[in-house]
């Protein structure tokens, strides 16, 4: 079985392009690898690297910050 790869930058392009080598002759299959979802733990390291934390010097400090 021979496999070709296709790599898009929009997947909005990706149901017509489905569709189309759906549509040819010799073709078995087509799928689309799932996203990867990430565990708590990646996501909170993500959001360290992508800077989505806030960072205090005291609980007085978030608090106050917060309203509370």
């Known amino acids: 079985m ?3 790869v296709i790599t898009l930058k929009d997947e909005s392009y990706l ?3 489905r569709r189309i080598v ?3 002759v010799g073709v078995e299959k087509v ?3 799932r996203k ?5 733990y ?3 390291q993500l959001d360290v690297k992508e800077g989505r934390i ?3 010097a005291s ?3 978030l608090f106050k910050k917060m309203g509370i």
């Open 31 to 33: 799928s689309t690898p």
């Open 15 to 17: 149901p017509n392009i």
């Open 2 to 4: 021979t496999q070709l």
């Open 42 to 44: 990646e996501q909170a």
């Open 59 to 61: 609980s007085e400090e």
């Open 22 to 24: 759906k549509s040819l």
């Open 54 to 56: 806030n960072t205090y």
């Open 36 to 40: 990867k979802r990430l565990t708590p």
